[in-house]
């Protein structure tokens, strides 16, 4: 390849195209779990609406009701991804090692608000990390029915039960008896199991087989087969980014998460300041180009997530 201002363009170019091809065919899951919240500024508050009560018979004049908010504040990170070009490969025709390598790259862009869900999911339980609207870490024992009124009562999204029939019963249960300020159901009812591959196989057996076999149900062990009440009571979604993770972050292979994913605003948020795109540098009097025969392409984005609504969802940490 003969280097010239002309050749350079047209293989830079054809990078970019390849790269946006790419990022628009390739799929995600962030949106099954993550409500897009756009953002215009350096850092953004996150707002909690409280409950909003439920319709009056109009006796009388109108009730006016106060709206109360929570919110906390996020701010937002800058990523990048930056390959090293050759020049002197380039004059011995060898660009054909760039092109999947910017499609690989293009992947990863497309997959960057995946990894940050990945990051709330097993981020969750820190205090620091893992904060959401009521003051306290996403997944928690004792989130406030009523972030007001402390006699209230709370709810547990936070469980340490391996997944089985049992404990899929037992935390569904759970999560539709949550209440809002003024006490009465939020109408949670989990539509989502979301598990790494290495529960894959029970998610299956709870949420797709007709039959349990030598399995407990309802504390009690089975003999012979029972019929599956459970199949179909909500959608698995075997999600390999979850395969990672520690007992440090509270969170192993074993991990698994209940989820109510059917309501206006999803339980987090993916806070996009500035989408993905692609940039190069090939001047030859850039400093870089110029001094180290390095032409560079990558691309680059900025956003953050965070947590919307912590009574949507439950996770249980495995042993």
């Not at 018979?57 to 930056?82: D, F, S």
């Not at 709330?120 to 990390?129: E, W």
């Not at 290495?198 to 012979?224: D, H, P, R, W």
Request: proline letters at 7%; aromatic letters at 12%; charged letters at 15%.
């Amino acid at each position: 390849m003969i280097i010239t201002p002309s050749s350079l363009n047209v293989f830079f170019t054809s990078l970019s195209t390849q790269f946006s091809e790419l990022f628009q065919s390739t799929p995600t899951w962030w949106s099954n779990i993550a409500t897009l919240w756009p953002s215009t500024t350096e850092t953004e508050t996150i707002g909690w609406m409280g409950r909003v009560p439920t319709f009056r018979e109009w006796v009388g004049p109108r009730v006016a009701h106060g709206i109360a908010t929570e919110g906390y504040v996020v701010r937002h990170k800058p990523y990048e991804l930056t390959i090293e070009v050759d020049k002197f490969k380039l004059q011995d025709d060898q660009y054909g090692l760039y092109s999947p390598i910017v499609r690989q790259m293009a992947i990863q862009a497309k997959k960057w608000p995946d990894y940050l869900m990945v990051d709330a999911l097993q981020l969750g339980g820190s205090a620091t990390l893992g904060l959401c609207p009521d003051g306290l870490s996403f997944w928690n024992d004792s989130h406030p029915n009523d972030v007001y009124n402390s006699g209230a009562g709370t709810f547990d999204n936070n469980y340490a039960l391996n997944l089985t029939p049992d404990n899929y019963q037992t935390i569904r249960a759970e999560m539709m008896t949550r209440v809002g300020q003024d006490g009465k159901p939020l109408g949670v009812v989990p539509n989502e199991l979301w598990v790494p591959p290495a529960l894959e196989a029970v998610g299956k057996q709870i949420l797709e087989a007709s039959y349990f076999a030598n399995l407990t149900m309802l504390g009690s062990t089975q003999a012979g087969t029972s019929e599956n009440v459970w199949k179909g009571t909500a959608t698995l979604r075997v999600v390999p980014e979850l395969g990672g993770g520690s007992n440090d972050v509270g969170t192993n292979d074993k991990t698994w998460y209940l989820i109510d994913t059917t309501k206006a605003l999803k339980p987090l948020l993916f806070v996009q300041r500035a989408a993905p795109t692609f940039t190069y540098r090939f001047d030859p009097t850039d400093p870089v180009v110029f001094d180290s025969h390095t032409f560079l392409f990558g691309g680059e984005a900025r956003g953050t997530y965070a947590y919307a609504l912590p009574f949507l969802a439950s996770r249980s940490v495995g042993s």
